[in-house]
Structures are given as C-alpha cells and as structure tokens.
C-alpha cells in the first residue's frame, strides 16, 4: 500500500489544511484566520456570514429533525458513514451544549461541522477504533550543558548552473592544444559564458594547488567572496552520488563535517560518497547499467542528497537523521528540523531518538484561530479526543493523518513564543516587499533563514545542544533566459544569506555552526542548441 499525499503532509501543512475548512464553514468565502477568499472579506469574521459564498447546507431541509439525524447526516455526507459511534455521540452533545450555550442552530451545526472534518476519517478512507486515548504530548528534555553545535543543509532545487556560479578567471596551466582552463571555459560555454565587459569577471578570489590561480564568483555573489576571502567558506565541485562505484576519483567523507569543529561554510557540495574503486567509464548513454541512481532525475537526486544511502542500507532515513541518532546515543540532545515541508534528510530510524519537526517558513499556524465571542468551543480539546490513540485493527493512513495533525498543532503551540515577535505579533518580516516575483523570491529566503535563526538563537530555550536543519531555497531548473533567471535567484540567495551570516556573528553563534549549500547535479558546460 502507498498514501503518495502522506509524503508531504506535515504539522504545519495539516494546521493550514484545518484552518481554512473551519473558516469556510463559519465564515464562507474570506480570508477569516487562514481562510481561502478574498482579503476584502476580512473584516466579516462572523459565523453565518455569507462573504464571498458560503457552506449553506442543513440537513434539516431533508427530513433530519432530530440531533442524531442531523449528525449521521452530517457523517455520511462528510465521512461516507464511516464515522464511529462514540465520535459521533461526542459531536451530538457539543451540537445541544452550543444550543445550551445560548447559540443558534446554525451555530450548532457549523460546531458539528468543524469537528467532523477534524477527523481522520474525513481525510482519509480509513476506519479508526478510539481507545479513548489522547495522544502524548512531547516532554521538554533534560539540558546537557554541552557545547551547542548545528549542520544546516541547504537544497538548491532543480539543479542549479553551477558554471556561472564560480568560473576560471587568471590560469597559466594548458592542455595539449596550448588552451588555458579559461580559453575552454570560454570557448565550451558560449553565449553563457561570464563577459569581461559586462563586469562578470570581477568578484575575484585566488586559489592554491589549482590550474587557475584565480577564480570569478558571480557578482552577485558578495557575501561569498566576503567569506571565501575570510577563510569561512570552501568549494566543492565534482561531488556526486552513485550506487555502484564510478571512474571519478572525488571522495568526500560526509561525516568529517558533521562531527568536527565546525569553522566553515561548505558551498556548492551537491553530493557526498566515497567511491572505492575504477569500473567502465560511465556516460550518459551507459549509465543505466552502471548505476540504479537516476542520474538525471531532478527528484531523484533531490532524494539522494537527503538521504546520502545510496545502497539502501537504512532505508527510510536520511544523513541528518542518522546522525541525530548516533548523537542520541551518546548523550546529545538533538532536534531535526524541517523549513516548510518534510524531508527523508531529517528522519533517522523509527524510535531510536527524538522524532524530526516540520516548521513553517515564517513561523507558526495556531490550529483554530478565532475572534473572543467564539471562545466557549474548546474545539482543540475536542480534536484531541477525536484524533486520540488507536487500536492495532484501525487503518494506518488515519492514524497518520491524527499523528501528524497532533504533532502540529503541539508543535505550533511550543514554538509560538520562539518564533513570534511579542511586540508586533508577527513570526518573519515581509516589510518592505511587494507583490512581484522577485519579492517573492525575496520573501521566501528572508522567511526561511529567519527562522533558522530564530531557532537557534532560542537553542537554550529548547534545552538542545546540536540541531539539523534542512530546506529548500529559490528555483533552479532553468531551460531559457537562463543568465537572468539565475541572476535573479543568486541575487536572492545572496541577500538571505548575508543576512543569516550577520545574524549568526551578532548572535554569537558564527563558529558553531556549519552550512552546507547544494543542489540536484550539475549542468552541461555547453548551451542547448
């Protein structure tokens, strides 16, 4: 059996997913606290009201008269009747206690409505068995006292080109044909290639034990000449993943840079493994035979620079995840952590250390927010009780659905203070920005590396002394306009990360931590015709 849509369901995602089913139900149409409609509705945050279009079904049109019959309508039309006996008794008394409560019917059946979509058996075609059971929440650990260190692993999607990110600039070493590595670049590269006139050339570094004894980052790139320059960040190119040994002779033992003293940034590292010994040359027409890893698969490199097993020895986990578990077994107190969706980077074995979080990009979803007059449903205490524990005969896509809810709505609750601002309420800034892609771009790197910040500026709060964060920056995967489109996404990178990197000195905390960019694979050097 496979759930594919269980592969990106996380705690923030189910908070979002909640969030605006109940304010569908209660407000229609608007934007109502993680609503789905138009912003100009957000002022009529009452239940009933119609704003842009409403759920205005009653089952009392049909003949249900009763609180039974209107709430087995409601589950058979929500839950195709699989709803159990005790979830929907639960519903019927807080159906007649929001009547009590001196509220209307509609209200009443909004309140009926709102708990049922709760459920995992209206999200998934499971059948659950309630062992009456809420799930345990997390308990805060136990401080070490002991140094705190992070790995932060960032993924450039889609296979970023990575020949206009660092280029030969001054070399004196030549091929047989008399060429320098820059006569190549320039001549392999074509129309893509850095032009001295346009001030490509400019961001220079220089280089030991290399053909060229220096280097053009792209200009985009300031903080990282700063960095290079500064002896905080090293290159790595020709670094991959295969499953069967390959002609490259790269070997890159990932482990060295987790468990070291960590002093540097580690940039453009798109995957580790050791390659033990020469077979056939591999190619693009042969590889197939050579190697089960997709090598041109953009989500199937994208798996493998989480997981760093390329021969399936642990399957189900990833380099961060396993690393948390051997640092769990010595003592550490780690955490895992995901920005905005789930990784296979950050899951180590099942029960053998602390379970990863999922954290969204600008901070936390509180499930269920809600104007005062709405306060007497406690419907957090009733979601708890109708995604509780279950029976070993219940399915396992609803027992996802309720872990993962549940683990949400904990996680957003212990990470409000963290993340949010006291004084404006908000979790990540967005000022200054406006509607436009590039701002966009912007917003995302600003959200991202703020939150990773934040987090580890709160480390003592959440009593770790080693953390791995893992997540996804910008756009990469560029078929045309290819200069601009990177222009556009280094030009993102480099601000998000220049201000993560003043962060980090201001914090105190430069020194212990390590970042390592990658992306999918390399591209070609030549242009496509």
Known sequence: MRSPEAGVLSGPRSIQIMNALISFLKY??????????????????????????????????SGSVTTTDIIDNFATLLTSGRLEKNKREMIKEEYENTIARGKNKREARVNAQQ????TPEFHTSSIGHA??????????????????????????????????????KSCKTMNQDGKTVRDQYLEQRGSLAFEERAGEFDLIINATGQPCHQFSVHDELKIVKKLYDAND??????????NNPGVSECSIPFKHYIFGRVQRYKLELTNVFKLPRKISQMTKSNYHGLTRSQLFSHNGMQHEIAKVDPYDKIVGTGIMGRAKDVLWENGHVVNTISIDNPSIAVEGINGKSR??????????STFAMRPDNEADFDIEKHARKLNGLVDEFSGIYGDTWSQQFITGIDEAEGSQSILVDPESGESASTNNYDNSDMDKLKIEHSQK??????????RDVRKVD????????????????????????????????????KEAKSGGFWDNVTLVIASDFGRTLTPNR
């Open 131 to 168: 062992t009456g059971q809420t799930r345990a929440t997390p308990g805060i650990p136990q401080a070490t006292n002991i140094p705190y260190k992070a790995v932060i692993l960032v993924v450039l999607r889609g296979g970023y080109d990575s020949f206009n990110v660092l280029v030969p």
């Open 28 to 61: 229609g149409v608007a934007s109502c606290y993680g609503g789905i409609g138009d912003r100009q509705h957000q002022n009529n945050c009452i239940v009933g009201r119609k704003n842009g279009g409403r759920a205005s079904y009653d089952p009392t049109n």
């Open 449 to 458: 590396w703020s939150t990773i910040s934040k987090l580890i500026q709160k």
């Open 466 to 501: 080693r953390d791995f964060f893992f997540t996804e920056l910008g756009k990469w995967d560029h078929h045309n306009q290819m200069k601009a489109a990177l222009r556009e996404q280094l030009h993102a990178l480099n601000d998000g990360l220049d201000t993560f990197v």
């Open 115 to 118: 708990l049922i979509v709760t």
């Open 355 to 364: 379970p990863s979080s999922v954290v969204g990009r600008s901070g936390t």
């Open 233 to 242: 960040l090293a290159f790595f190119a020709n670094a991959g993943i295969i």
